[in-house]
C-alpha cells in the first residue's frame, strides 16, 4: 500500500506537443513549494501528478500548499493498493474509517484508466460498495447526494482509492506564461490582478511606488503582506519598492491639479516598464478597472498608455469587473482583509479635487513637458526584495 497525493490536472492536458513543458514547470514549482515539508517524488502521467512522501510529514500542511499551486484543479490523499480487486475489498475499509465513520450516505465512483483489468466501472463499484456495506453496515448508498464519495481509479501501476478530493487551485502553473511585472499599491483591486495573471501562468515581478514621509513604514509593510500573501499562490514574488517623493512634489508644484494623478500615472508607467524590461518582464499588470475613478475612463486609460512603449503589452484582468467581484475574489484569496488597513499609498495623497476624466491630450503633453520629469525618473532609487509564501 502506497501513500500518495493524487492531483488531477487542467488545462495543461489540452496542450499539444509543448505539454511536457507545462508538467514540467508544474513539477519544478511543487518541488520549491514542498521543500521545506519533507522529501516527496514527483510523477506526471496520465493527466495527473503524483506526489509519494518519500518520508514521514505533515500531510495536512502538504494539502494546504498543494491547495495553491496552479496547474492543479482537484487533489487529494489517496492509497496506491496493487491491481487485484480482492487487495483492494480488504485494504479499503481500514483506510475509510475516518471518513466513513460518523456519515449515514455514501457512494463509490469508479474509473478505470486502463482498460485490460478484468472489471468494468460499474462492477468495480458494485463490488467495492457491497464490500463497504458489510463493513460499516449504518451505511446507505445516496448516488445523487452522498456525504461521502469514494473514488477508485484504475492505472497504470496500481489501483488508487481516495475518500473524495479538494478543488485546487486551476489555471497554468506559474512561469510557463513568462513573467510580468506587477503595479501593487496597496489597496484592494492590484493584488487581485496579480493573482489572476499568475493563474494565467506568469511568473511576477511587482512594483511600489512609495512616497516617505508623506506614506508611512506602515503603509510599506502592508505592500510586503499583500505581496507574500500573493506568493501563496504565484510562488515567490520579486519586489521593488521606488522612492517616488520627489516626483509628486514636482509634479505638485509645476502641474495643473486637474492633471496631476494622470502625470502620476504616466511617470509610473514609464519607471515601471523599465524596471520590467530590465528584469525581462514582458508586460505591465494594473488593477484598473473600467470606470471605477477618474484615472480609469476610456480616455484616461488611453492618456496612460501613451506613455509606455506601443508594443509593450498593459494587461487589465480586473477591467471589466465591479467592486463587489474584485472583493469576493480578494476575500477568497485573504488580501481583503490586509487591503483596507487605514494606511495612506503614494495614489492617495495630493488627489486633485476635481480630477480630468476627459483629459485633453495636447494639455497632457505640456503639463508633463512643464514638469520636466525625465531626469528624476532615471534617478530613482529602487530597493528590492523577494517575497515567499506564507501559509
Known amino acids: 500500500m502506497q501513500q500518495v497525493i493524487l492531483c488531477k490536472l487542467g488545462e495543461i492536458v489540452l496542450k499539444g506537443l509543448n505539454r511536457r513543458q507545462f508538467e514540467q514547470q508544474l513539477i519544478a514549482n511543487t518541488k520549491r513549494r514542498l521543500k521545506h515539508l519533507g522529501e516527496f517524488s514527483y510523477d506526471c502521467r496520465q493527466s495527473c501528478l503524483y506526489i509519494t512522501p518519500l518520508v514521514d510529514c ?23 493498493i496493487d491491481k487485484d480487486m480482492t487487495a483492494l475489498q480488504h485494504r479499503a475499509p481500514d483506510y475509510l474509517r475516518q471518513a466513513l465513520v460518523g456519515r449515514k450516505t455514501f457512494k463509490v465512483e469508479a474509473k478505470r484508466a486502463d482498460k485490460r483489468f478484468p472489471l468494468t466501472s460499474p ?70 490582478a496579480g493573482y489572476l495573471m499568475a493563474r494565467r501562468g ?48 514636482r509634479l505638485r508644484e509645476r502641474c495643473d491639479e486637474a492633471y496631476f494623478t494622470l502625470l502620476m500615472r504616466r511617470s509610473m508607467m514609464r519607471i515601471a516598464e523599465r524596471l520590467a524590461r530590465q528584469n525581462k518582464s514582458s508586460c505591465l499588470i494594473t488593477g484598473e478597472a473600467l470606470g471605477q475613478v477618474a484615472s480609469q475612463t476610456i480616455g484616461a486609460l488611453g492618456v496612460t498608455n501613451d506613455a509606455i512603449t506601443s508594443n509593450f ?9 465591479d467592486k463587489e467581484e474584485i472583493i469576493a475574489i480578494a476575500r477568497k484569496i485573504n488580501t481583503f482583509e490586509t487591503s483596507i488597513l487605514p494606511y495612506d499609498d503614494c495614489c492617495t495623497i495630493f488627489t486633485p479635487k476635481h480630477p480630468r476624466t476627459r483629459p485633453n491630450y495636447e494639455e497632457v503633453l505640456t503639463n508633463e513637458m512643464k514638469s520636466n520629469l525625465a531626469v528624476l525618473e532615471s534617478d530613482i532609487q529602487v530597493e528590492r526584495s523577494v517575497i515567499t509564501w506564507q501559509i
Open 58 to 80: 505533515d500531510l495536512d500542511a502538504v494539502m494546504l500548499v498543494v491547495g495553491r499551486i496552479f496547474g492543479i484543479v482537484t487533489y487529494g490523499p489517496a492509497i496506491g
Open 123 to 192: 462492477q468495480i463499484a458494485a463490488e467495492l460498495g457491497g464490500s463497504l456495506l458489510e463493513a460499516f453496515p449504518h451505511l446507505t448508498v445516496d448516488v445523487h447526494a452522498p456525504e461521502v464519495t469514494v473514488m477508485v481509479e484504475v492505472r497504470e501501476q496500481y489501483i488508487y482509492l481516495h475518500g473524495g478530493t479538494h478543488t485546487g487551485a486551476g489555471g497554468l502553473p506559474v512561469g510557463s506564461s513568462g513573467k510580468g511585472t506587477l503595479l501593487i499599491s496597496g489597496g484592494i483591486d492590484s493584488p487581485v
Open 202 to 249: 506568469l511568473e511576477l515581478h511587482a512594483v511600489h511606488f512609495e512616497s516617505y514621509p508623506y506614506t508611512s513604514q506602515q503603509a510599506l509593510q502592508k505592500v510586503h503582506d499583500l505581496c507574500s500573501l500573493v506568493a501563496g499562490y504565484a510562488g515567490r514574488i520579486m519586489l521593488d519598492v521606488v522612492s517616488f517623493t520627489a516626483l509628486q512634489e
Open 313 to 321: 503589452p498593459v494587461l487589465r484582468p480586473c477591467i471589466g469587473m
